[in-house]
T-cell receptor
Framework: GAGVSQSPRYKVAKRGQDVALRCDPI?????LFWYQQALGQGPEFLTYFQNEAQLDKSGLPSDRFFAERPEGSVSTLKIQRTQQEDSAVYLC????????????FGSGTQLSVL | GQNIDQPTEMTATEGAIVQINCTYQTSGFNGLFWYQQHAGEAPTFLSYNVLDGLEEKGRFSSFLSRSKGYSYLLLKELQMKDSASYLCAAPPYYGGSQGNLIFGKGTKLSVKP
């Protein structure tokens, strides 16, 4: 597609449930990033992939959060045993190269944990 | 520490000029970004400054002073569609993970008729 695609757009989960959020970056983009954005806040970095390699996962808040990009294109962010504080918008972004350059963001997945 | 500060909210009138300030403190410097985010939508790239000075791009301009740890976004001839949050962002340190941007909380700009 022309842009970064994320699915689902909205996800409601019961506390304790596992969820999987999908990101389809722009074709050919080397770098892929996940951010978490709480209401009224700026995005906060979670993790970064260069192709299939996860080079930085310093922002993942706990071991319940796991991300993968096995073939260097589509990525999945998995959250196990969701808790209410996980409620946020999860943004995926990609960039063409691994150098410092602009990010193209998807519209995000809004996760609500009840 | 690593910190990005910008005002929470601003209001301006259609047709006017508004300046949104951003101060940053990072362990190194590797450029400063501005993004625009309409409510419920994805952030979109506006500008990237790595050298001191003003860069103009249509109605939007961005200024950087590395020695002062300061940047601003200047919006001219404001339109109603400019109502959005404006996010200032910078990598936390030179040579770090390029996507690990630290974002400010965003400045919510309301443009009134």
């Amino acid at each position: 597609g022309a842009g970064v695609s994320q699915s689902p757009r909205y996800k409601v989960a019961k506390r304790g449930q596992d969820v999987a959020l999908r990101c389809d970056p722009i074709s050919g983009h080397v770098s892929l990033f996940w951010y978490q954005q709480a209401l009224g806040q700026g995005p906060e970095f979670l993790t970064y992939f260069q192709n299939e390699a996860q080079l930085d996962k310093s922002g993942l808040p706990s071991d319940r959060f796991f991300a993968e990009r096995p073939e260097g294109s589509v990525s999945t962010l998995k959250i196990q045993r969701t808790q209410q504080e996980d409620s946020a918008v999860y943004l995926c972004a990609s960039s063409l190269r691994a150098t410092n350059e602009k990010l193209f963001f998807g519209s995000g997945t809004q996760l609500s944990v009840l | 520490g690593q910190n990005i500060d910008q005002p929470t909210e601003m209001t301006a009138t259609e047709g006017a000029i508004v300046q949104i300030n951003c101060t940053y403190q990072t362990s190194g410097f590797n450029g400063l970004f501005w993004y625009q985010q309409h409510a419920g939508e994805a952030p979109t790239f506006l500008s990237y400054n790595v050298l001191d000075g003003l860069e103009e791009k249509g109605r939007f301009s961005s200024f950087l002073s590395r020695s002062k740890g300061y940047s601003y976004l200047l919006l001219k001839e404001l339109q109603m569609k400019d109502s959005a949050s404006y996010l200032c962002a910078a990598p936390p340190y030179y040579g770090g993970s390029q996507g690990n941007l630290i974002f400010g909380k965003g400045t919510k700009l309301s443009v009134k008729p």
